[in-house]
T-cell receptor, first 114, second 113 residues
Framework: SQQGEEDPQALSIQEGENATMNCSYK?????LQWYRQNSGRGLVHLIL?????REKHSGRLRVTLDTSKKSSSLLITASRAADTASYFC??????????????FGQGTELSVKP | DSGVTQTPKHLITATGQRVTLRCSPR?????VYWYQQSLDQGLQFLIQ???????AKGNILERFSAQQFPDLHSELNLSSLELGDSALYFC????????????FGAGTRLSVL
């Protein structure tokens, strides 16, 4: 399978704590994206990091990328109950992918308890 | 609201039947993507259309087909349905062909009984 893996599969934390999710992928990439999905709803784009970038910030989100290890991490700081959702990393498959398909990981289910 | 509209939201049908899922992309987006999400397979890319032409194909079954019309809306046709086709089907759109952020619709939940 081309799909990567996310770790952990599930994460439960208290409000105010930080949440870290990791993603590993298998192919070369042009960019890597993180998406969020509330239960049974559509995916919402959070952040995109290009293959020549190592770190990117957006509000309470921090994404790192290590292309030598084919891995990325998403850090959510000062989590809120409203952050409860599933988080997916998605890669574009690099030069081998002539189209725009995204290859998704299995996702991390985050539960933030008030 | 992503600006991507999918209809219907829910679909319940029987094995052997055929259904059509519809997607209207965000205004101005030329690419439409279809994904299937199931518990055992996760999120799987099915097919991409760009400005009416098929651009990329994933693990789409031969029983499934799609098209993109001149007004850029897209339809995914699923035929000879099996129990295992029960899943959430998402449509996404983006402005260009590749390397884009994709905007997802709310999905169509298909239940095959």
């Amino acid at each position: 399978s081309q799909q990567g893996e996310e770790d952990p599969q599930a994460l439960s934390i208290q409000e105010g704590e930080n949440a870290t999710m990791n993603c590993s992928y298998k192919t070369s990439i042009n960019n890597l994206q993180w998406y969020r999905q509330n239960s049974g709803r559509g995916l919402v784009h959070l952040i995109l990091i290009r293959s020549n970038e190592r770190e990117k910030h957006s509000g309470r989100l921090r994404v790192t990328l290590d292309t030598s290890k084919k891995s990325s991490s998403l850090l959510i700081t000062a989590s809120r109950a409203a952050d409860t959702a599933s988080y997916f990393c998605a890669t574009d498959g690099g030069m081998a992918n002539q189209g725009g398909k995204l290859i998704f990981g299995q996702g991390t289910e985050l539960s933030v308890k008030p | 609201d992503s600006g991507v509209t999918q209809t219907p939201k829910h679909l319940i049908t029987a094995t052997g039947q055929r259904v059509t899922l519809r997607c209207s992309p965000r205004s101005g987006d030329l690419s439409v993507y279809w994904y299937q999400q199931s518990l055992d397979q996760g999120l799987q890319f099915l097919i991409q259309y760009y400005n009416g032409e098929e651009r990329a194909k994933g693990n789409i079954l031969e029983r499934f087909s799609a098209q993109q019309f001149p007004d850029l809306h897209s339809e995914l046709n699923l035929s000879s349905l099996e129990l295992g086709d029960s899943a959430l089907y998402f449509c996404a759109s983006s402005p260009g062909i590749a390397k884009n952020i994709q905007y997802f619709g709310a999905g169509t939940r298909l239940s095959v009984l």
